[in-house]
């Protein structure tokens, strides 16, 4: 890459990556509020398992692309460039990419048990334990991110800023086989796996549901939904088919220029800064990709709700008098719907009337 190329490159990052952290930690932020505290239709252990990953969504946001990569660009001496900040920060980062991309798979492999078993989802389905699952992910993925704080160094480099020659600390990856065995197995553990557990189980997953619609004819499945399946399981196989190839196709880029820099370029000598040389390019392209889906992913699984979506409107519309007006409604309507049902009244032609209002309503 030429000089002015090389320049403009590093543009795009300035300005890219402090984007990135002016939509997406105000994004998590918000839609962790929407899912807690808006009615959004979503259960209990969907709540808990989205919340955790806005939470550590935002961790990283802050880790990585606010310090470590916007504050890179306009702080001569950036202060995780001494001991023990090159450690710790190196620790937290790969904590909250754990804690993120796990959360990811083990959502997904929760779905696929309880599609399967009654049993899975009547354990699963219990909010106490989604809550110790995400701890226990929250905690496990900080424990195995502690050999990371190791592979960093920090000596003295000779830099040039503004055009002047000078000796400053920095942090860099120490060239040893510890850091190499290391970075082999924490690329794995944040990459590799991940991404071919949310492929396996997302494909199950599509299976489970094509050969349950398969169990019933055309007229059972109008008679159950009151329209067509097909569509709907159409629709959620493209859903499942979408956050997986979102989730492989930012990420695996990352996997494996990261593989590349960490073995074959992982010497002392090696300037990660010189863009003529085309693996520091796709290294610092993969980063962006791998960077917006830690961004986006929280989103690609809230917006696909229905009700997310209008309580979103209600949100930014300032429809709060109207929403609150119709919640009480509609919870008197079905308080009045259950004592009838309780006292089995006779007259049962009025019933679909009001249970059609019901669901108009809501």
């Known amino acids: 890459m030429e000089g002015a190329s090389a320049s403009a490159f590093v543009t795009v990052q300035k300005i890219y990556y402090p984007l990135l952290c002016i939509m997406g930690i105000p994004a998590n932020l918000f839609t962790f509020y929407m899912i807690c505290f808006r009615k959004c239709g979503m259960s209990d252990t969907a709540i808990i398992y989205l919340s955790c990953l806005a939470i550590a969504d935002t961790f990283y946001l802050v880790w990585v692309i606010l310090i470590d990569l916007t504050l890179t660009f306009w702080l001569v001496q950036p202060f995780w460039h001494s001991h023990p900040m090159c450690g710790i920060l190196g620790f937290l980062q790969y904590g909250s990419l754990y804690s993120s991309s796990w959360i990811v798979v083990v959502f997904t492999i929760e779905r696929f048990l309880v599609l399967r078993s009654t049993a899975a989802k009547q354990h699963f389905s219990q909010a106490q334990v989604t809550r110790l699952t995400c701890v226990a992910i929250v905690l496990v993925s900080h424990l195995v991110s502690v050999p990371i704080a190791w592979i960093n160094v920090v000596s003295p480099m000779n830099l040039t800023v503004h055009g002047e020659n000078i000796t400053l600390p920095r942090c860099h990856y120490r060239d040893h086989a510890y850091s190499t065995i290391i970075v082999w197995i924490t690329t794995f553990l944040s990459g590799g796996v991940p991404i071919a557990l949310v492929i396996i189980f997302n494909y199950l997953i599509g299976h489970h549901l094509c050969h349950a619609s398969n169990l019933f004819t055309k007229e059972e499945r109008r008679v159950m939904h009151g329209r067509s399946t097909r569509g709907m399981l159409r629709r959620t196989i493209l859903l499942l088919g979408t956050v997986s190839i979102t989730f492989v196709m930012l990420s695996l880029p990352r996997f494996v220029t990261y593989c590349i820099l960490r073995t074959a370029y992982n010497r002392d000598n090696f300037d990660r800064n010189n863009y003529s040389i085309p693996i520091n390019v796709a290294g610092d392209l993969a980063n962006m990709l791998q960077n917006l889906n830690s961004t986006t992913n929280f989103l690609l699984y809230c917006m696909v709700s229905r009700r997310f979506r209008r309580e ?41 009337v009001v249970l059609t209002n019901l669901k108009q309503a809501e």
Do not use: M, Y
């Open 312 to 352: 979103l409107v209600h949100v930014v519309t300032c429809k709060k008098k109207a929403r609150e007006l119709g919640s009480v409604i509609t919870q008197t309507t079905r308080k009045v719907f259950s004592v009838v049902d309780h006292l089995a009244l006779p007259s049962s032609n009025n019933r679909p």
